[in-house]
Structure formats: structure tokens, C-alpha cells
């Protein structure tokens, strides 16, 4: 894989992602009109999640006919070169109206993660990095938060019902015994993002499948953060726990985080 290689696949996913975007907004504003079906407790999937994959799916198979695509709703193989895509990562947000909703999109080559890209269109902001070239934001560079008090830390932690309740309860209480503000904004591709851009702390969340936190974690790494190793150790298909932190609280927040 070159950097020409690179840089292609990096202009294409940019490109991509406002594409896919504006499709995404236009069943949003209901321009399109959409359904949406339950997967499961408080977890959703609409035709526009649908339809959106599908689209990331044709372009990338189109420009890049090597490569394998791995997707939230439609699944697909996960191959030395793989993307990994969330149509609408937030869709609880979305169908209610919520503007915090966004586009991820990864590339892995070899099991590392080279590319990410995340688009707001409610903000229209593009989030995208590519390894050993920075985080940026549209055109400018990026940078998490000088952060080095958890006590004065804006923390988001994620929850869905697949996670143990209990255990959820015990770390946001952990947390705000610390000190820490804690939010759960509901999409985590762009909580990362945001962590990346400094505006919150840290991330994390007990396990995320890999379409939700993979173009984040890139984001964060390149931006000077931390990050918990990701996936575990069943591997990118099964995922695993997220932390993502400005450098000055990771340690802190690793043992709020994995303490029993």
C-alpha cells in the first residue's frame, strides 16, 4: 500500500462522507420519507441507515474492487483491506429529530487502522485523519484538550441496554466522585470526533462494535490523545471497550474505568 494508495482512498472517503451525508440529512428532514424498525431494546435501524450503506457501499466497491466492505446493517467481509462503515451512527437521535448523528467511515489496512472520517451534517463539519498525518477538522488541524484534572474533565460515557446496567451506574457514579461532568450524548463516532477536537475530554464506553469506534479512535490517536487498546482480544469483528482520553487524564480515567 503506497501513500499515492493512501491519499486516494483518504480523498474518496472525504468526498464520500458528505455524499453520504446529504443523503442522510434529506430522510432527516423528511424530505424522504423513511420507517424504522426496532433490532432490539432502544436500538434502532431506519430505511435511511439502509439506504445510506448502500450507498457508501457501491461507491467504495466501485472505486476500490479489491477491497471489502464491512458494514453496520448489511455486514459483509472483513479482508486485509476493509472498510468500515456506520450509514448513521446515532439513529436513535435521528428519528427522533435529534441533531447528534453523523457518518463514520474507516479504512484498515492489515489490521491497522489508516484512515477515519466522521461528517456532522447537522453542523456540516468533517472530521477526518489519515496515520502519521494528524486529525483535522474540514482544514484545520486538530487537537484533544490539554486536559490534566479529572475533576475539571467533561467526560462522556456510553451506554446502551446490551450493557450490564449495574455496572454502568457504579462507573458514572465513580466518575462524579471524581469530579468529572459526565454525558452520554447518544452516538459515539461523534462523541470521539469531538474528543479529538478538544471540545470534550474523554470517551468511553464498555464495548462498541467496530463501525461506531474505529474512524474515532484514529481520530483521537493522531490528535495527541490516548486510547485503550481496541478490539479485543476476540478481534475487529466482536469489537471491545473504548476509552479515549486527553493525555493528562487517561491513566486516571483507565482505572476509574476498569476498576471492579
Known amino acids: ?87 448513521i451512527d446515532g439513529t436513535i437521535n435521528f428519528v427522533h429529530g435529534v441533531r447528534y448523528w453523523c457518518v463514520s467511515i474507516c479504512y484498515i489496512a492489515s489490521g491497522e487502522r489508516r484512515i477515519g472520517v466522521i461528517y456532522d451534517p447537522s453542523l456540516d463539519e468533517l472530521f477526518w485523519s489519515v496515520k502519521g498525518e494528524g486529525a483535522w477538522c474540514d482544514d484545520t488541524l486538530i487537537h484533544v484538550a490539554a486536559r490534566d484534572r479529572l475533576d475539571h474533565a467533561l467526560v462522556c460515557a456510553g451506554y446502551v441496554p446490551r450493557h450490564p446496567l449495574e455496572a454502568h451506574l457504579a462507573l458514572k457514579r465513580r466518575l462524579h466522585e471524581a469530579g468529572a461532568a459526565v454525558k452520554d450524548m447518544g452516538a459515539g463516532a461523534l462523541m470521539l470526533a ?11 464506553e464498555p464495548h462498541m462494535h467496530p463501525w461506531d469506534a474505529s474512524a474515532g479512535l484514529l481520530l483521537v490517536a493522531e490528535a495527541g490523545g490516548h486510547i485503550h487498546p481496541y478490539p479485543g482480544p476476540a478481534g475487529l469483528v466482536a469489537g471491545g471497550p473504548v476509552i479515549a482520553a486527553a493525555t493528562g487524564i487517561f491513566d486516571a480515567l483507565e482505572r476509574l474505568a476498569l476498576a471492579r
Request: charged content about 30%; aromatic content about 10%; overall charge negative.
Open 1 to 87: 500500500m503506497t501513500p499515492a494508495d493512501i491519499a486516494a482512498r483518504a480523498e474518496v472517503a472525504r468526498r464520500l462522507a458528505r455524499e453520504a451525508g446529504a443523503l442522510a440529512h434529506r430522510y432527516f428532514r423528511r424530505e424522504i420519507a423513511f420507517t424504522t424498525e426496532s433490532k432490539g431494546p432502544q436500538d434502532f435501524v431506519s430505511a435511511a441507515d439502509h439506504a445510506v450503506e448502500a450507498l457508501i457501499r457501491e461507491r467504495l466497491l466501485r472505486e476500490f474492487p479489491s477491497d471489502s466492505v464491512f458494514g453496520e446493517e448489511s455486514g459483509g467481509e472483513v479482508g486485509t483491506h476493509v472498510w468500515v462503515v456506520d450509514p
Open 194 to 204: 469531538h474528543v479529538a477536537a478538544g471540545r470534550f475530554d474523554a470517551f468511553l
